[in-house]
């Protein structure tokens, strides 16, 4: 069980999503036992499912939750 999750919602915004998750990785990377990283995409339109990938390859220690709403629910 992790003892931290670091919760990112996001819809869009790919750019400003890519530096928080990077952030977030970077401050993980010497807790990987203890910390989590949940991204909750409310059905994006601008494929961050890439850029979650991309960073996992980076960081492959930091342990990141994907998931993507089917439409968007609002807020």
Do not use: W
Not at 18 to 25: D, F, G, N, T, V
Not at 46 to 67: C, F, H, T, W
């Amino acid at each position: 069980m992790k003892k931290l999750s670091i919760c990112i919602p996001v819809y869009n915004r790919k750019a400003l999503f890519e530096q928080s998750l990077l952030a977030a990785c970077k401050a993980c990377t010497n807790h990987p036992d203890d910390v989590e990283i949940v991204v909750s995409d409310n059905a994006s339109e601008d494929n961050l499912q890439a850029v979650v990938e991309k960073i996992r390859m980076s960081y492959p220690e930091v342990g990141i939750v994907y998931r993507r709403n089917a439409s968007n629910t609002g807020l």
